[in-house]
């Protein structure tokens, strides 16, 4: 069995998130493992076609998704007591910054929510299955309750 030395929770702040942070927290008290946590903001403007291509609407709240993003991590961090140099908030695809950061981190185990509901991922794919497929060390994805 491998003895997990840095564990990556990846959180997507739905209300099932709070059980996929007990894992994470269950597994590296058991391992003592260092605890990190990543959260990724989708990057996805909104646009009004209806005027064609004379007066596009766009309206980008990425600002405003990163700053709530910052509160929310800060307070988990601070629940979770994890460094803030172990707290990452990245902008983009979800699946793709999750991979990257535990490599660049060494990150042994990922820990992730079995079905996300960011933006696009619906249509896409699952974040936790490309994570699964494509993670280079241990992706654990907890079973999230339906309904």
């Given at each position: ?47 009004d076609t209806g005027y ?44 793709l910054e999750i991979i ?34 494509h993670a280079k060390c ?10």
């Amino acid at each position: 069995m491998a003895r997990y030395q840095h564990i990556l929770l990846a959180v997507d702040f739905f209300e099932q998130d709070e059980v996929v942070i007990e894992r994470a927290q269950e597994l590296a008290a058991v391992y003592q493992a260092k605890l990190s946590v990543i959260h990724v903001v989708d990057n996805i403007p909104i646009v009004d076609t209806g005027y064609g291509g004379e007066m596009p609407f766009q309206i980008d709240f990425t600002n405003q998704l990163v700053d709530i993003a910052k509160a929310k991590l800060a307070k988990l961090a601070e629940k979770l007591a994890i460094a803030k140099d172990q707290v990452w908030l990245e902008l983009g695809s979800a699946k793709l910054e999750i991979i990257r950061v535990a490599e660049e981190q060494s990150v042994d185990l990922i820990v992730v929510g079995s079905h996300g509901r960011h933006g696009l991922s619906l249509l896409l794919g699952s974040t936790a299955n490309s994570i699964l497929h494509h993670a280079k060390c241990d992706v654990l994805a907890v079973r999230l309750p339906t309904g």
